[in-house]
């Protein structure tokens, strides 16, 4: 197996194919729509399944709105028990976010 392809089968090693935009890098409209995020979270850091939304910072806004309405709302399930479960899930499909 060559080295180029040992490489591109650890997940460790492979680059996103979306241009992910930091936080000390987002100016303008991506920076306003990380502040909304951060304003409905009372977090810092903006983790990366939002930042992946950077490069449309008005998709952002919305998805930020209905993930708020849809998952994080208080119901028959506490937000939680929600994020405890998202969280569980992504465990299990070794997803990083």
């Known amino acids: 197996m060559s080295k180029a392809s040992t490489l591109n089968t650890s997940s460790a090693s492979q680059a ?3 241009k992910i935009i ?4 987002a100016t303008g409209e991506i920076a306003t729509a990380y502040d909304f995020w951060r304003s409905g979270s009372g977090r810092q850091q903006v983790p990366g399944i939002i930042k992946c939304f950077g490069a449309r910072p008005d998709f952002l806004r919305r998805v930020v709105e209905f993930s708020n309405t ?17 969280s569980y899930v992504s465990y299990l499909n070794r997803c990083p976010y």
């Open 16 to 18: 996103t194919k979306i």
């Open 22 to 25: 930091e936080d000390n890098e």
């Open 70 to 86: 849809v998952h994080f709302s208080e119901g028959h399930l506490s937000r939680r028990h929600k994020e405890m479960i998202a």
